[in-house]
């Protein structure tokens, strides 16, 4: 299906969006979505003909566990409320944990990259096909970015790429930001892994901004497009015409006059490197590593199954520890790219946060970020964001924060209203006591 041109939809610019010429589709983060209610903003683009294609954020599928079957239907009941012809998700972990490592289960409020290993690559291909099965339309699933490298690895991204299609018949969305994020931080040259992998399974491709601290590539979606990333759009050009281009930005958002004037750059792009392409990928025929269970079936674990996802279980427990629990370095990882991905990580929590929660920085003004950082420090994230802001306020109100007493009081009305019925435990019992002293009752 040829897409066209498009433009990752976002709230925050849906008027600007709206008002771009020559946008032939958006992307929309399917979390976002509430699935009995579409925003006005997309009713409208869907009216005028504009595709609107569902990006997943949360399913893990690089991750140890089998997909989760509550997330797989939410993604499923996005496409068809959309009437999206594919999704699209990322070759990343986002948790860990759990009974099959022996420990608590943790959220990264991130991607985090796979090893490329043969392992990892088995799991990867599995939960592809339960996914594939589960979704009404075909799948396509996105390279990411990385700060950090597993040790032991196997394969190029490239060959990792190309054996997972070669297996499971999924496509792939090629970001070309993610490409040039993994040369600055990883030395791995964009022009090899577009060599290797399967151009024509390519489904659509991504182009985002980011920044440049200290020699590493913070793929932030919140700076403008890079002239060294429209070389690597350029160079993938050279090799396929893609179906689709979408310009990603998730924050600090631009004028609309701006975001035209990436998109421009974007079809200047590729309109200089149209042209015969440099190699005609040769004939695939994807297919299946395992027989296809009938639909709404999922075989159970095979003893090699089994012995590759408890593998990853621990080495991805280890690494997520390392970043977000003060666990020790594995073997192998480089202690200072962890230590700055682990603070990426800590700072991204509290912007996101302070976005799902815009009152909390409201309440503790100029202090919210140094109170939300400390209280990461020593508590994971287990249950997502907004879980997250509730259990922050709740810390803060059980150490009797802010000292403010007004502060505190709007805090605790805040956290009242929002923490909903739930078994009392220590913590909440304590927070009941805090609450009557400062109430009075």
């Not at 700060?147 to 969305?173: C, I, K, N």
Request: with cysteine.
């Amino acid at each position: 299906m040829k897409l066209g041109i498009g433009i990752g939809w976002r709230p925050e610019i849906a008027d600007a969006v709206e008002a771009l010429p020559g946008i032939d589709w958006v992307e929309a983060v399917a979390e976002n979505l509430c699935p009995g209610h579409l925003p006005d903003s997309l009713v409208r683009l869907r009216e005028r003909g504009v595709t609107v294609v569902p990006h997943g954020v949360s399913l893990g599928l690089g991750g140890a566990e089998r997909p989760d079957p509550g997330r797989l239907a939410d993604l499923a009941a996005r496409a068809e409320l959309l009437g999206a012809p594919l999704v699209t998700e990322h070759i990343a972990f986002v948790r860990a944990g759990g009974p099959r490592a022996g420990a608590p289960g943790l959220e990264a409020g991130h991607l985090l990259p796979v090893p490329r290993t043969r392992d990892a690559l088995d799991v990867l291909c599995e939960n592809v096909r339960i996914a594939q099965d589960a979704l009404p339309v075909p799948l396509a699933l996105e390279n990411i970015a990385a700060l950090v490298s597993w040790p032991g690895e196997e394969l190029t991204e490239g060959r990792f790429l190309a054996e997972l299609v070669e297996r499971t018949g999924v496509r792939l969305l090629i970001d070309v930001a993610n490409l040039h994020t993994n040369h600055v931080n990883r030395g791995e040259d964009p022009a090899t892994a577009l060599d290797e992998l399967p151009v024509e399974a390519i489904a659509y491709v991504h182009v985002a901004g980011g920044v440049e601290k200290d020699g590493v590539w913070h793929d932030t979606h919140a700076h403008p497009v890079t002239a060294p990333v429209l070389d690597v759009l350029a160079e993938l050009r050279c090799r396929v015409d893609p179906p689709g281009v979408l310009l990603e930005r998730d924050d600090s958002f631009p004028p609309a006059g701006e975001l035209a004037g990436e998109l421009d750059l974007i079809r200047a792009t590729l309109d200089r490197a149209a042209g015969p392409p440099r190699r005609v990928p040769a004939a695939r025929t994807p297919a299946r590593a395992v027989p296809v269970e009938p639909s709404g079936t999922t075989a159970p674990e095979t003893a090699g199954e089994t012995g590759a996802r408890d593998r990853l279980a621990a080495g991805q427990h280890g690494l997520l520890s390392a970043l977000v629990a003060g666990g020790p370095v594995p073997a192998g990882f480089d202690r200072e790219r962890l230590a700055v991905q682990s603070r990426a990580l800590a700072a991204k929590r509290a912007g996101v946060v302070a976005k799902v929660a815009p009152e909390l920085p409201e309440i503790l003004g100029t202090g919210y970020r140094s109170a939300f950082l400390a209280y990461a420090a020593a508590r994971p994230m287990s249950a997502g964001y907004r879980r997250d802001a509730l259990d922050f306020a709740e810390s803060l109100l059980l150490a009797d924060l802010p000292a403010d007493a007004a502060a505190r009081r709007r805090l605790t009305h805040w956290w009242q209203d929002r923490a909903g019925a739930r078994p009392p435990r220590r913590s909440t019992l304590l927070l009941r006591a805090a609450r009557a002293a400062l109430t009075g009752r």
